[in-house]
């Protein structure tokens, strides 16, 4: 699933902008200010940044700036007021993608974040399994199934890594009171919701092997 960072110190456009994104199935963390920006990027990587450049403390301009000289190539979209040709062309020449001119209908940045940033979807097939490893939908015989949040990551790390051993303890990592004995139980209970075979290589950990 993408995950996009807002900047937008208009707390009632930040907030309608967000609950759009969301309702298209984007992730999306919000800053009001500048500085935010750097302390949600300390800890998350995102997938597009969409910046205003009116705001408190560092502009938005400034924002991007630090980004890129720090090695951040990630896509940004500039959503500004600021409609001169020499703001457009700073923007531009900081190294983002888009400027979207406000007021701008919502639909029209979803539009080119479609176009321009929003990677086709990779499926992947197990037998009569086909997961999504974007969205973690996963559909048995046509049918989405459900699984608890322990058994979805040990299936999610499993499928992405098919053919490769993964080892006992990433695999503990996702329980509650990890054990070997619990993961075991899991691997039981995943195997028969559906009907597939995860391979315990002795010693090292588990593997789905796609034939």
């Known amino acids: 699933m993408m995950k996009i960072l807002l900047l937008e110190d208009d707390q009632i456009l930040c907030a309608s902008l967000k609950e759009f994104l969301e309702l298209e199935g984007?992730?999306?963390?919000?800053?009001?200010?500048?500085?935010?920006?750097?302390?949600?990027?300390y800890d998350e990587t995102y997938d597009l940044y969409i910046l205003d450049v009116n705001v408190p403390e560092v502009d938005g301009f400034d924002v991007l700036a630090s980004l890129k000289e720090a090695g951040d190539e990630t896509p940004a979209i500039y959503i500004t007021a600021l409609t001169d040709i020499n703001s457009i062309s700073k923007g531009f020449a900081i190294g983002a993608e888009d400027y979207i001119k406000k007021p701008f209908d919502p639909e029209e940045l979803v539009i080119r974040i479609k176009r321009?940033?929003?990677?086709?979807?990779?499926?992947?097939?197990?037998?009569?399994?086909?997961?999504?490893?974007?969205?973690?939908?996963?559909?048995?015989?046509g049918q989405t199934i459900g699984l608890g949040e322990v058994q979805q990551n040990i299936f999610h790390t499993l499928i992405t890594e098919q053919n490769k051993i993964v080892d006992s303890y990433t695999l503990m990592d996702f329980l509650e009171q990890p054990s070997a004995n619990a993961l075991r139980v899991n691997l039981a209970k995943l195997k028969n919701k559906l009907g597939i075979e995860i391979k315990n290589i002795r010693a090292q950990g588990y593997m789905i092997e796609n034939l």
């Open 26 to 41: 984007y992730l999306v963390d919000v800053a009001h200010r500048g500085p935010d920006v750097f302390d949600l990027t």
């Open 116 to 141: 321009k940033y929003q990677k086709e979807d990779v499926l992947l097939r197990l037998n009569d399994i086909v997961y999504n490893p974007t969205t973690r939908v996963l559909q048995k015989d």
